[in-house]
């Protein structure tokens, strides 16, 4: 029996990338199959996407999936500044960035918190395992306070919840999963590609060599035994449509459903489980973040998402036609042109 394959005509196992050359069971394998689900099942045109990493294990991964499509590996804690400048130039593409806890939240700090507030519209996906795996698992800046390792002691320094930087910087969707909950990354990663602007994504993704032990709140143990869903997650296509009154937040109850819809016309459908929180509610996305961190609570979902503002582009007032795509006659501007501007300068 042939291959099952999507409306392109290709099989799951076109979307595939080199082997993996990860540990065997590390959870950033597990984000990469769930990120060849993803484009298989809505179709994704592979010279379309951008593969953009920093440094470190997470940022290997580009490598395993989506053979297909362009990749550009840059250097540590820099993957930012080359994903702005590629979607400026042209803004066609479709961008899935792969970073880590110690390139995001270390050396890339500046960098994360400049594009996300700028609104460059692609997809952050943080693989968080609390260490530093590729130089030999020493702690990361999301490492937990008081976390004991083997060969780098204790650990003194209070962690810094990537997912909180997020909002705080202005991010329009930010959600955190865990590698093991396939379900959920799917349809996380579903609701991601479909936003119009910074989608961050911050998985917790265990280190099975360097950090999994059950006391570690980035381990597959902890991961499976204190994971709390804030709502079941479900994505409709754009043909649906349904109209429903604003819901407040008093009224909303265990069972009811929010529907959030994105910029193509696809909504994603959360129905509320036995919690409080409104992803549309900026505060109820900070306090759920702030005891998430204070209690060491694992919530996982969508935390928060509002109506997208304008991306960089916008902002920029781009041509309608990529810059990558204009010919040299509209890029470089005639030694006419150019001396009427100078005497405009010099005039004012």
């Known amino acids: 029996m042939p291959p099952r394959t999507n409306h392109l005509g290709l099989s799951r196992n076109e979307y595939r990338g ?15 199959n769930q990120l060849i689900s993803m484009a298989y099942e809505l179709g994704l045109e592979q010279h379309k996407i951008i593969k953009v990493s920093g440094i ?54 500046g960098q994360f ?3 996300i507030r700028r609104n460059v519209p692609f997809i952050y996906i943080i693989e968080n ?14 490492a937990d306070e008081g976390q004991f390792l083997k060969y780098y002691g204790t650990n003194h320094m209070p962690p810094i919840d990537l997912a909180l930087e997020a909002v705080i910087a202005g991010a329009t969707f930010v959600a955190r999963s865990f590698s ?11 609701a991601a590609v479909r936003h119009r602007g910074t989608a961050v994504l911050d998985i917790i993704s265990p280190c099975v060599t360097f950090n999994n032990a059950e006391t570690s709140t980035k381990s597959y143990p902890y991961g499976r035994d204190h994971e709390i869903p804030l709502h079941e997650i479900q994505i409709l296509a754009p043909d649906y449509v349904h109209a429903q009154e604003e819901i407040k937040i008093d009224d909303y109850e265990a069972g009811d459903i929010i529907d959030v819809e994105m910029h193509d016309g696809s909504f994603v459908r959360l129905k509320k489980l036995d919690n409080e929180h409104d992803p549309r509610n900026k505060r109820m996305a900070l306090d759920v973040l ?8 694992f919530s996982t979902g969508l935390i928060y998402y509002e109506e997208p503002r304008p ?18 006659a ?8 150019l001396d009427g501007l100078m005497r405009q300068l010099m005039a004012g």
Do not use: W
């Open 18 to 32: 080199r082997p993996s050359t990860l540990c065997p069971g590390c959870g950033h394998d597990s984000i990469s």
């Open 56 to 109: 470190g294990c997470s940022s290997k991964t580009p490598a395993y999936f989506l053979g297909g499509s362009h990749g550009f590996n840059a250097l540590h804690g820099r993957m930012p500044s080359v994903v702005t400048g590629a979607l400026l130039a042209n803004t066609e593409l479709e961008c899935i960035a792969v970073s880590g806890d110690g390139d995001s939240g270390s050396i890339g700090m």
């Open 113 to 115: 918190k400049h594009v």
């Open 129 to 142: 395992n609390g260490v530093y795996g590729l130089t030999k698992g020493q702690f990361s800046a999301t």
């Open 180 to 190: 093991g909950d396939a379900k959920q990354v799917q349809a996380l990663l579903q």
């Open 290 to 297: 702030e005891r998430s961190m204070r209690e060491q609570i």
């Open 311 to 328: 991306t960089l582009a916008d902002t920029e007032e781009l041509v309608e036609t990529p810059l990558a795509q204009l010919d040299e």
């Open 330 to 337: 509209n890029l470089r501007p005639s030694e006419a042109v």
